[in-house]
């Protein structure tokens, strides 16, 4: 740089130097050129002629970027000085006129746009396969029952495909997070220059429109500083991460010897060192484990950007590392978890004799004495004294007789018992949302209009 006499302190340029993480930017930043080199070409600072070497230089240089064993300089400091750097061993001193009308302040804000946008859209894919697992799984498993659980504990019996299409909702919300990413990102930064726009009066429109942007930032101060929908991307993958920690989580659990409820493909398992027996659900483990570093992630943008004075800071370098792990980590884990429910297995039996156990109708007993009249409070304390009962005599609840029935209330009758059946607690439940087949089979058309909704989401947008 003209303005320094001092070449950089070898530590500085260390500390400085983003090219070993932003070469990851250069598709971006190549497409990004040959929009701003149109758009100069449209108010007269290139001529055809100058435009027409302009861009195929810069399709020379994504050439030899993408060719195997090409390695940048020691003297790129980022991706915009190499692309501008070897664009200029292309096409010569004419490469220069390529920085008129943009500083590399707005150019790098514009690229990682262009970035959130194309992985936002593939956040949005990968969840919709998953959804499309889960829906399967789900309508297969209709009708077979299993223990719902609170505090990890057996709690209310549901059906199987009931429990997983609670994590189908969350999918469908967090597409939702990555679409409103998407529409963060589609506001184009290019034009506002360092800082305070540019003297070149370029059709922002017609630039945006050339990238796939929706619109253009009305402030260049906020255009040259935001990175608002970098934050809602990395929010949105930390949630989505955080629900695929919870499915890992339970599938760990289920497949267990002590719960028996499932099995995952060989293909997602792994073995052990020194115990031949093991097969270890290591994919599951590790959708449990990705959920902290990706909230790490994005709490390490967040501190970054907290109280930074605009527009331009340095510190803003940091957006592109947290950035990177979070698209890797949460792609790797959803396209993982697609995999991983297409092999998974269940065992009927297992479920089946969990899902019996008489307790878990202790509620059904405490809504039937309310049909009769008695509050419900009072109702919960009468069932909690049949349940010592039944626990101090180690009995199951079926076998008190009427007359220990009688003894907790004189509603208790003969109907105590039909209400004991797993079958009743089920479709008992026909409530909007409820897990009796009636209701189940209400969500389950739900469900497929929402994964039409989604594809629809993605069919519309341009990238």
């Given amino acids: 740089m003209s303005r320094f006499r001092k070449e950089p302190d070898l530590r500085f340029w260390r500390l400085n130097r983003s090219i070993e993480f932003d070469a990851r930017l250069a598709p971006y930043d190549i497409d990004q050129s040959h929009a701003h080199a149109r758009g100069l070409q449209r108010i007269g600072v290139l001529d055809s002629d100058e435009l027409a070497k302009i861009e195929a230089g810069l399709d020379q240089v994504r050439e030899r970027i993408g060719k195997a064993g090409f390695s940048f300089e020691a003297s790129d400091e980022d991706i915009h000085m190499a692309v501008e750097r070897l664009l200029g061993e292309e096409i010569g001193p ?9 500083s590399r302040n707005d150019q790098v804000a514009t690229d990682v746009a262009m970035l959130v946008q194309a992985h936002s859209l593939r956040a949005m894919e990968l969840s919709k396969a998953a959804m499309e697992r889960l829906l399967e ?20 019996p549901v059906y199987l495909g009931h429990h997983l299409l609670a994590y189908f909702w969350m999918l469908a919300r967090d597409v939702l997070r990555f679409n409103f990413a998407l529409d963060s990102a589609s506001v184009m930064p290019l034009g506002s220059g360092a800082l305070a726009g540019v003297n070149w009066e370029i059709d922002r429109g017609d630039v945006a429109d050339d990238l796939g942007f929706t619109y253009v930032t009305p402030n260049s101060i906020d255009g040259a500083s935001n990175r608002d929908f970098v934050l809602d991307y990395m929010s949105a993958a930390a949630t989505c991460a955080m629900h695929l920690s919870r499915l890992g989580s339970e599938i760990v659990i289920w497949s267990s010897s002590e719960f028996g409820f499932c099995q995952l493909d ?3 398992s792994s073995g052990s060192s020194i115990m031949p027996q093991k097969v270890n659900p290591d994919s599951a483990e590790l959708l449990r484990a990705k959920s902290p570093r990706v909230a790490a992630d994005y709490l390490s943008l967040l501190g970054t950007m907290h109280a930074l004075p605009l527009t331009y800071g340095k510190d803003m370098q940091e957006d592109k590392e947290p950035l990177f792990d979070s698209i ?4 790797s884990c959803l396209d993982a978890l697609e995999g991983m429910l297409a092999g998974i297995s269940f065992d009927r039996e297992r479920l089946a004799e969990a899902s019996a156990d008489e307790m878990l109708a202790a509620t059904e007993i405490a809504d039937l004495l309310v049909r009769k009249g008695v509050p419900f409070r009072e109702a919960h304390g009468i069932v909690g004294g049949l349940v010592r009962d039944a626990i101090e005599r180690d009995v199951a609840l079926s076998e008190l007789s009427e007359e220990d029935l009688r003894a907790r209330s004189e509603h208790l009758g003969g109907d105590f018992y039909e209400a004991l059946r797993r079958e009743s607690a089920l479709e008992s439940k026909r409530i909007e949302g409820g897990t009796s087949s009636s209701a189940l ?3 389950i058309e739900l469900a497929r209009e929402t994964l039409e909704s989604v594809a629809g989401r993605i069919d519309e947008e341009p990238l």
Avoid: C, I, N
């Fill in 266 to 268: 060989e293909s997602f």
């Fill in 441 to 443: 089979e209400r969500q």
């Fill in 328 to 331: 890797e980590t949460v792609e």
């Fill in 94 to 102: 004419l490469a220069g006129k390529l920085h008129t009308g943009r």
């Fill in 137 to 156: 799984l789900a309508e297969r498993h209709r009708d077979w029952p299993m223990p719902g659980y609170t505090h990890l504990q057996r709690a209310q």
